[in-house]
T-cell receptor, first 113, second 115 residues
Framework: DAKTTQPNSMESNEEEPVHLPCNHS???????IHWYRQLPSQGPEYVIH???SNVNNRMASLAIAEDRKSSTLILHRATLRDAAVYYC??????????????FGTGTRLKVLA | KAGVTQTPRYLIKTRGQQVTLSCSPI?????VSWYQQTPGQGLQFLFE???????NKGNFPGRFSGRQFSNSRSEMNVSTLELGDSALYLC??????????????FGPGTRLTVL
């Protein structure tokens, strides 16, 4: 299964941008890159996903390297509510015709007031 | 629209017992996936159900099983509980689950403690 590698933890100051990196050197051509985050005492929640091009939504931006072996989740202005564990996930296609999420260890983001 | 609900939220069992956890997906969602989350192993995929059929399975022993009903509600069962089964069990629903861009919506989880 394709695997992702993320730093265990990162810190950011409130109101500043945060760049969360993810390496996925074994990504295949049909793998989408998904990001989820898990706030304390909650289940994970969807943040953003992409395939090849950079993507933006109201929560964040996703920058994907040209060779697709890495990506970066960008929170434009971190707030205290963004403190969470961020997971970078590849959605591999499997022979049964369905997909499954393979979660890595994630990056624990701490936001400093 | 109501989110994914899981019951019970907390559960304490003893070794050897069995347990059943319940998940109600978002209305209209037909795919339900189950995950186990522990501090040591992180989030691990258990299985996925779609239209009452198990469509995908993770690497867990046969003591872990599940089912899905015609209204898409799902249950998972763990028999002969072991101490290592103590974990947060998360349920996630999605519209169909079979597309690479399908978004999963997670419930708050059931915290199972095995004594």
């Amino acid at each position: 299964d394709a695997k992702t590698t993320q730093p265990n933890s990162m810190e950011s100051n409130e109101e500043e941008p945060v760049h969360l990196p993810c390496n996925h050197s074994t990504i295949s051509g049909t793998d989408y890159i998904h990001w989820y985050r898990q706030l304390p005492s909650q289940g994970p929640e969807y943040v953003i996903h992409g395939l090849t091009s950079n993507v933006n939504n109201r929560m964040a931006s996703l920058a994907i390297a040209e060779d697709r072996k890495s990506s970066t989740l960008i929170l434009h202005r971190a707030t205290l509510r963004d403190a969470a564990v961020y997971y970078c996930i590849l959605r591999p296609y499997i022979t049964s015709g369905t997909y499954k999420y393979i979660f890595g260890t994630g990056t624990r983001l701490k936001v400093l007031a | 629209k109501a989110g994914v609900t899981q019951t019970p939220r907390y559960l304490i069992k003893t070794r050897g017992q069995q347990v059943t956890l319940s998940c109600s997906p978002i209305s209209g969602h037909r795919s339900v996936s189950w995950y186990q989350q522990t501090p040591g192993q992180g989030l691990q995929f258990l299985f996925e159900y779609f239209s009452e059929t198990q469509r995908n399975k993770g690497n867990f022993p046969g003591r872990f099983s599940g089912r899905q009903f015609s209204n898409s509600r799902s249950e998972m069962n763990v028999s002969t509980l072991e101490l290592g089964d103590s974990a947060l069990y998360l349920c996630a629903s999605s519209l169909a689950g079979g597309h690479s861009t399908d978004t999963q919506y997670f419930g708050p989880g059931t915290r199972l403690t095995v004594l």
